[in-house]
Nanobody, 123 residues
């Protein structure tokens, strides 16, 4: 069992930055691929970024060049650095983990989820 807890959300003006953190506990290891998803009101949950244990990364086109996913295995923590934020980035952001090193972009492929953290970008 893996427990995930996100932090770092908040209110920021357009063009600003935030860094989200996802602390993992339980049966954690680098043999998990970690992902970030987000869900805006009235919309489906969508993939944002993912990183596997071999430092492979993948980003949604909407955030490529603005967001960076990183991982500190010594702290069992994954980060999402978000720069040049836009109002359309407003959503609840969720951290997720799946066993194995394959990066997936579909939420059903992930085994564990955090409770989410709200990010609001004002115009």
């Amino acid at each position: 069992q893996v427990h995930l807890e996100e932090s770092g959300g908040g209110l920021v003006q357009a063009g600003g930055s935030l860094r989200l953190s996802c602390a993992a506990s339980g049966r954690t290891s680098s043999a998990y691929a970690m992902g970030w998803f987000r869900q805006a009101p009235g919309k489906e949950r969508e993939f944002v970024a993912a990183r596997n244990g071999f430092s492979g990364t993948y980003y949604a086109d909407s955030v490529k060049g603005r967001f960076t996913i990183s991982r500190d295995n010594t702290k069992d923590t994954v980060y999402l650095q978000m720069n040049s934020l836009k109002p359309e980035d407003t959503a609840v952001y969720y951290c997720a983990a799946r066993q194995g090193h394959t990066i997936r972009t579909v939420s059903n492929d992930y085994d564990y989820w955090g409770q989410g953290t709200q990010v609001t970008v004002s115009s």
